[in-house]
């Protein structure tokens, strides 16, 4: 194990126009026991009072003595916030927690470094991925998945920041930049371990997710640029209790009706909002 008090990490989060959904993201950093932390507010030049939310609790997080940096300005989509973001860090790791996500709990980021080993330059914990109001645990896969999916998402990743720097988002990708970024993380020999803290409550309504169809084919074009042709591995076989969960989650009653079926493996969860 290794401590990890010396190191800084850098929380980016991406926003735009989410005055309703950024407060539970920076409340739940603002929480977090480890405070060797700064949060870079990425926003994509908000006009719907986004800013001011952003402002109070940049106030916060100096009373806390939180480092923190804000950027509201025009970009090109959100894979060119996270890079901006990138450039803009401080710490030794990085992580992306967007906006209306939350970390699970108190202590996460103090877990996931007290996990760190020597070698580790990223570490990818589990997240409870959110549809509407019902939610399920999203397991790790193994990591040699990545030939044929995104396997992970970058809200359970935590990665040194030299290797974004090396090797930066690519925003010519619009929907699966992180994917091709992690696969080539993975192609490069790069030691990528997965732990079992549960890192962070993943809003499901997300570009990736809304436009799933696009993702899928994104996809498919960075598998064939890395030499992994598969086109068998762009059919997602969708199980009978998926997609139950998938309309369940639309509506509040259903849900909660669902979470009683099947809540009590602790699988499931029911958003309580």
């Known amino acids: 194990m290794v401590v990890m008090e010396d190191y800084i990490?850098?929380?980016i989060v991406v926003c735009f126009n989410e005055r309703n959904r950024i407060e539970i993201t920076l409340k739940s950093i603002l929480k977090q026991s480890y405070k060797n932390i700064e949060c870079i507010i990425v926003d994509g030049g908000s006009k719907?009072?986004?800013?001011?939310?952003?402002?109070?609790?940049?106030?916060?997080f100096i009373r806390a003595g939180i480092k923190t940096k804000v950027i509201s300005e025009a970009d090109r989509g959100i894979y060119d916030a996270m890079k901006k973001g990138v450039e803009n860090a401080n710490g030794s790791w990085v992580y992306f927690l967007n906006a209306g996500?939350?970390?699970?709990?108190?202590?996460t980021v103090e877990e996931v470094f007290a996990s760190r080993e020597k070698e580790d330059e990223i570490l990818i914990g589990k997240v409870i991925f959110f549809d509407g109001y019902l939610g399920r645990t999203v397991e790790q896969s193994s990591v040699e998945g990545l030939k044929k999916d995104m396997v992970f998402c970058h809200q359970a990743v935590f990665a040194l920041k030299k290797l974004l720097q090396n090797h930066n988002f690519d925003i010519g990708y619009k929907y699966c930049a992180d994917y091709e970024w992690l696969l080539a993380m993975y192609l490069d020999g790069r030691n990528i371990r997965c732990i079992d803290t549960v890192v962070a409550n993943y809003d499901g309504d997300g570009v990736s997710n809304k436009y799933a169809d696009c993702s899928k084919k994104e996809m498919q074009k960075i598998r064939k640029k890395y030499g992994f042709t598969e086109n068998e591995t762009d059919v997602r076989k969708i199980n009978h209790k998926y997609r139950l969960y998938k309309e369940f989650g639309k509506y509040k009653a259903l849900s909660w009706c669902f979470?009683?079926?099947?809540?009590?493996?602790?699988k499931y969860y029911f958003k309580r909002v």
Do not use: A, N, P
């Open 101 to 107: 996500d939350e970390f699970c709990g108190k202590e």
């Open 259 to 266: 979470y009683h079926l099947y809540g009590k493996s602790r």
């Open 48 to 60: 719907d009072g986004t800013m001011d939310v952003v402002k109070v609790y940049q106030e916060k």
């Open 9 to 11: 990490l850098s929380i």
